[in-house]
């Protein structure tokens, strides 16, 4: 089943994870974005764009698993792209998102 057809903007989804209201949550590789879509309606809700368009995860962190941590990917990229995207390679701490997260699960070894 289709959850959701990104848009052009959006790119190509990568890493994702799921917060505590049962929403997902996308980083768009090539897209400079972490979008939340609501798996029920198949609609996007939120949109949180970065400094560089390579996002490759995203995850809930912090005490109470309301900070998102979001990694990015410099691999690839010439020297004249890397001058332009800075950002590029860097893991990004975003707050005040109004939603939290949910506690990884663990397994036995």
């Not at 996308?26 to 400094?51: F, M, N, S, W, Y």
């Not at 691999?75 to 004249?80: M, N, R």
Request: one cysteine or more.
């Amino acid at each position: 089943k289709v959850l959701y057809h990104l848009e052009k903007e959006e790119q190509m989804p990568d890493g994702m994870c799921i917060d505590a209201e049962g929403k997902l949550w996308v980083a768009c590789i090539d897209g400079g974005r972490v979008i939340r879509i609501d798996p029920e309606t198949g609609k996007r809700i939120q949109t949180v764009r970065l400094p560089t368009p390579r996002i490759t995860s995203c995850c809930f962190g912090g005490k109470d698993y309301s900070e998102m941590y979001v990694t990015s990917a410099y691999d690839g990229l010439d020297e004249a792209t890397l001058a332009k995207e800075p950002h590029a390679g860097e893991i990004f701490k975003i707050t005040g998102l109004g939603v939290k997260g949910i506690p990884q699960n663990f397994y036995a070894a």
